[in-house]
């Protein structure tokens, strides 16, 4: 069974720019997370979804950053413009239940800088 | 914002020695959950502990949780260079779906 899946690995953008990280999660699979991880703030949860549909986005720093999940096998995150601080590893993470009641499966992640 | 905190940051030891983490949390929980990353990686799960539990085992991990002190331990008996990586606790903390991480312990195991 393929896990989550992440592209781009890493992407290098100038300040400015619109960045597009994209997810498969795991088929069959009802939740879809995506979280940032950076050395000063750790893990921070962004947004996540459940059948689709987003639930809540509390984490999302500011409008810059905006998430969507088109359908069950597919969902992006896109900021734009990108800055200098949204320089981090984003990963996304999908599971059958809730973080409530099961494990998480996390992509290898997304490694993101901003220049 | 975060929930759980680990303790150490960082663990260094030997090869065969065991090594403990303890993760303390805020607020009340219904599971609590240990996490493996390995540097450059994404997280891999360990293990799950429901707040009715107070120990559970998985080949060399043992974990605890004491809901009264809002605290868990994860045990790693005999470790191996090979389980040199970051480990991190996770809680709901209530919050319906979200699964909240604390800052991680960072463990080498030296050969």
């Known amino acids: 069974d393929a896990g989550v899946i992440q592209s781009p690995r890493h992407e290098v953008t100038e300040m400015g720019q619109e960045v597009t990280l994209r997810c498969k999660p795991i088929s069959g699979h009802d939740y879809l997370f995506w979280y940032r991880q950076t050395m000063m703030r750790g893990l921070e949860l962004l947004i996540y979804?459940?059948?689709?549909?987003?639930?809540?986005d509390s984490g999302m720093p500011e409008d810059r950053f905006s998430a969507k999940m088109p359908n069950a096998s597919f969902s992006t995150l896109k900021i734009q413009p990108s800055e200098p601080r949204d320089s981090a590893v984003y990963f996304c993470a999908s599971s059958p239940k809730t973080g409530v009641h099961g494990e998480l499966f996390f992509g290898e992640g997304s490694r993101l800088t901003v220049l | 914002s975060q929930q759980g905190e680990e303790d150490p940051q960082a663990l260094s030891i030997q090869e065969g020695e065991n090594a403990t983490m303890n993760c303390s949390y805020k607020t009340s929980i219904n599971n609590l959950q240990w996490y493996r990353q390995n540097s450059g990686r994404g997280l891999v799960h360990l293990i799950l502990i429901r707040s009715n539990e107070r120990e559970k085992h998985s080949g060399r991990l043992r974990v605890t949780l004491d809901t009264s002190k809002k605290s868990s331990s994860l045990l790693i008996t005999a470790s191996r260079a090979a389980d040199t990586a970051s480990y991190f606790c996770a809680t709901d903390a209530n919050q319906g779906g979200k699964l909240i991480f604390g800052q991680g312990t960072e463990l080498s195991v030296k050969p």
């Open positions: 979804f459940n059948n689709n549909v987003p639930i809540d």
